[in-house]
């Protein structure tokens, strides 16, 4: 969430909520300064952690307002979760890869999953083009290449969403999630633009890009994005109506870094935030949205995620009349501590130290931001 409010300020500069935005990220960075806070560690999975990392690293790349200089940097705060999830790469089982969930009594331990790969490629990819150091390159290559090699990726360029450890990796579910393509094209941009367009690179935007297709159904045009796993059928979690945010946001993230899918890109999201407005009717208020882009009228359908999707694909259609993300030597202002998040201790607890997960501790962060959104989608609404 707090990386598309970062967004939102970088695409209006509307800085009213920036003060909200700095504290609501800068509460949650826990005491080490790695985005491991004692209200979120003991069911924190290594996605979790990851999309800290998207929200600081784009704090970074779009010149947010620093923090104080008693805080951390967003910089080093990235640096401080990559290094961490180097360290948990799991070569015993699976050949490698990162387990979904960073405590071994959390549900989801044994399954390496696309998403929290491919958070660590992407954060390692994006470090790589922020700060030109080699060591991250290498590990977004180290990463794509084992990934590549599991039945999570197929010939085909279809993104399967995990694999069992217990099966040693040796197939996937077949699931695909918006989500899981957008988390990759948007490391592997990155990658195309840190080598100065390397053709392997290229290739690997454009399958990725490719295989976005299953998620613009041709029975309604052909550029309108569904969640074909679950929206269809009516069957989404309250998480899962929050992920077509997640790649409207780095398909538009995507042109920047690689120019030659900008016309592919930008007619889909174009499509798609016409389908998101008029879902944005609904409601007691009139203009609340719905989860079917698809569908001219609301679908009855509420919730932060359905908000985040249709901010995110509005606001992603102002991606040409602002610059792209800086470097570190291009205009960047966040310092970096390559060895942040390293040193004596251990990101492990004991199951028996932390009681019961109670549901507060999940989302209590979220109600508040679900209502800062509606606030600001109102305001898009108007921009558009």
Known sequence: ??????????????????????????????????????????????????????????????????????????????????????????????????????????????????????????LAARLARYTNNGTYAEWADKTW??????????????????????????????LQWTYNYGVFLLGAANMYNYTNGDPKWRTRVEGILNGTQVFFPKESGGNIMVEVACEPRQTCDNDQPSFKAYLSRWMAATTQLAPFTTELIMTKLQASAKGAAAQCSGGTDGVTCGRKWTQSNWDGKF???????????????????????????????????????????????????????KTRDKVGAGIVTALLLLAWLLTLWWMC
């Open 1 to 122: 969430m707090f990386g598309q409010l970062v967004e939102y300020w970088f695409y209006t500069g509307d800085t009213k909520y920036n003060a909200l935005v700095m504290d609501g990220m800068l509460a949650q960075v826990g005491p080490k300064n790695d985005f491991m806070p004692p209200n979120q560690t003991k069911s924190e999975g290594n996605d979790d952690q990851a999309f800290w990392a998207f929200a600081a690293m784009s704090a970074a790349e779009l010149r947010f307002p620093d923090p104080p200089p008693n805080k951390p940097s967003w910089l080093s705060l990235a640096q401080a979760v990559f290094n961490l999830q180097a360290e948990r790469w799991d070569t015993k089982t699976c050949g490698g890869g990162l387990r979904w969930q960073i405590q071994p009594f959390n549900r989801g331990y044994n399954y390496k999953n696309t998403i929290s790969n491919g958070g660590f490629f992407q």
């Open 145 to 174: 290449d084992w990934w590549a090699s599991t039945p999570l990726l197929t010939k085909e360029w279809q993104i399967n969403d995990g694999s069992a450890v217990e099966k040693k990796c040796t197939d996937a579910s077949q």
């Open 303 to 357: 919730g932060p995620g359905e908000q985040m999707s249709a901010l995110s694909v509005i606001q992603a259609n102002l991606i040409s009349k602002v610059d792209g993300p800086v470097t570190d030597n291009a205009g960047g202002t966040s310092k970096g501590n390559p060895s942040a998040g390293t040193g004596p201790g251990t990101d492990a607890i004991d199951p028996k130290e932390i009681g019961e997960i």
